[in-house]
């Protein structure tokens, strides 16, 4: 590369939670730069999902469960190999586990058909703390496809 690197920029944790983890979604869930909006859309969720499930677990243990339940820990990455296209399978460095999750997560939340932008948040949080919903079936389809190309792990590169 010409540039050097760009330097990770800190993350201030979210008055709420004190979470950095909070912060990060918010920013993905974020459009059009109103992060304020996409606060208040994140912490009705979590209400709604403490109201939901009723049980001991507060409503951010829920999230990160739900998060931990979508984040895949193998991709496939094509790779050329004299004219043909193979799917390699490759592990995933940490924090992009957890930003294809939380890509997940809120991008199968945006297709469901809930009222409130909250709502589905909420219920997609609840499915994928559950292992289902669509976000969680999109890992085990990406594990899966791994596990199908494990034949041309030794292309790795």
């Keep these: 590369m010409r540039k050097a690197k760009a330097k990770k920029r800190v993350l201030l944790p979210d008055p ?3 979470d950095t983890l909070v912060t990060r979604f918010v920013n993905n869930l974020m ?9 208040r859309i994140f ?13 001991e677990e507060t409503g951010l243990e829920i999230f990160k469960k739900a998060l931990q339940n979508v984040t895949p820990h193998v991709e496939v ?21 957890l930003s294809l999750g939380m890509k997940w997560l809120i991008s199968f939340t945006r297709k469901r058909n809930e009222k409130t932008m909250a709502l589905r948040l909420a219920n997609e949080v609840l499915a994928a703390s559950r292992e289902e919903g669509a976000s969680v079936k999109k890992k085990t389809d990406v594990h899966r496809m791994s596990e199908a ?9």
């Design 43 to 55: 912490y009705d969720a979590i209400d709604i999902v403490e109201e939901k499930s009723g049980d």
């Design 77 to 97: 990455r094509s790779r050329r190999v004299g004219g043909a296209t193979f799917q390699i399978p490759m592990q995933i460095r940490p924090d992009r586990k």
């Design 16 to 18: 709420r939670f004190n």
């Design 149 to 157: 190309n494990k034949a041309f792990s030794h292309f790795r590169f």
């Design 31 to 39: 459009l059009d730069g109103k992060k304020s909006t996409a606060f």
